[in-house]
């Protein structure tokens, strides 16, 4: 073998464990963010809060803040099909809002559970602009992805991710 051939070989065998370096290093700072997850986050009525014992919420660096956002089942379109999502809000810098979302139920625990899918959901990128009222107000059908609601407590989710992965919730609403 050619002395050119073995460097080659050599800046190949860098390169190969130095990428998998870099790999490892992302994969565990994606681990380290993405702890904070549904269960760390309790309701207190409309808002979000995490136990003491618990990573806090991130702070924005946009100077967004929970506090000022409502997400609020419109209740004279809710049917167990689906129903109007009114999202609120009055930061400077506003979240983007679009499709996505999930449901969850409270069980007899009083813990919330999400919802299971009757499908895998692809959401598009599209996102709503808010008006004047800063508020923008999304029709959510939810048939083909969760089927009709049977009795139960449930509320609306709505991710968002901002420093670090957040869920926002809606009020509760009650099918009998």
Known sequence: MKVRDILIIVVVLILIIAGFFVYKMNSNKEENENTVGQEDFVLE????????????????????????????????????TGTKLIITDTNDTNYFWGPEYKLQLKNAEDKW??????????????????????????????TEDYGELGAGTYRIVKPQNDNGYLELYSNEFIFE
């Open 45 to 80: 009525g409309n808002r979000v809060s995490t136990p003491e014992v618990e990573r806090e919420i991130p702070e924005s660096e946009y100077g967004r803040s929970i506090d000022k956002v409502t997400l609020e089942v419109d209740i004279g379109t809710l049917t167990r």
């Open 113 to 142: 559970e999400d919802v299971p899918l009757l499908r895998t959901i692809n959401f598009d990128s599209e996102r709503y602009q808010l008006d004047e009222n800063h508020q923008t107000v999304e029709e959510i059908n939810w």
